[in-house]
């Protein structure tokens, strides 16, 4: 069975790829949402660099079954999509507050 849309009529064609949706979302959706969720609950605990890092690495643990599935655009996007989260969106500060000569600093979040 061909998986593209121009092979296949346009009924079948989405219906494999929404089951090829709901089957990423449950192999890689599901797991990085447990691990941002446990990130999120160390962040206090380190420095933002190494908390970003961390993540990072952590995030890409689920989309390992997409390299042995043969397709290699999803893999890429997704490995973006991970990447992006952890170093642009996690909820820490991309950089540490700036050192001011003698005011105080803001306290690190």
Do not use: C, N
């Amino acid at each position: 069975m061909s998986t593209s849309f121009e092979h296949e009529p346009f009924g079948e064609s989405l219906r494999y790829y929404l089951g090829v949706a709901a089957g990423m979302l449950v192999m890689i959706g599901l797991p990085s949402l447990v691990i941002a969720l446990l990130a999120g609950l160390i962040r206090r605990k380190m420095p933002s660099q190494d908390f970003r890092a961390l993540s990072a690495g952590l995030l890409l643990l689920p989309v390992w079954p997409l390299l042995f599935a043969g397709t290699t655009v999803i893999l890429l996007i997704q490995v973006a999509v991970q990447v992006v989260f952890a170093v642009a969106l996690m909820p820490v500060p991309l950089l540490p507050p700036p050192v001011s000569g003698g005011g105080k600093q803001s306290p690190p979040l």
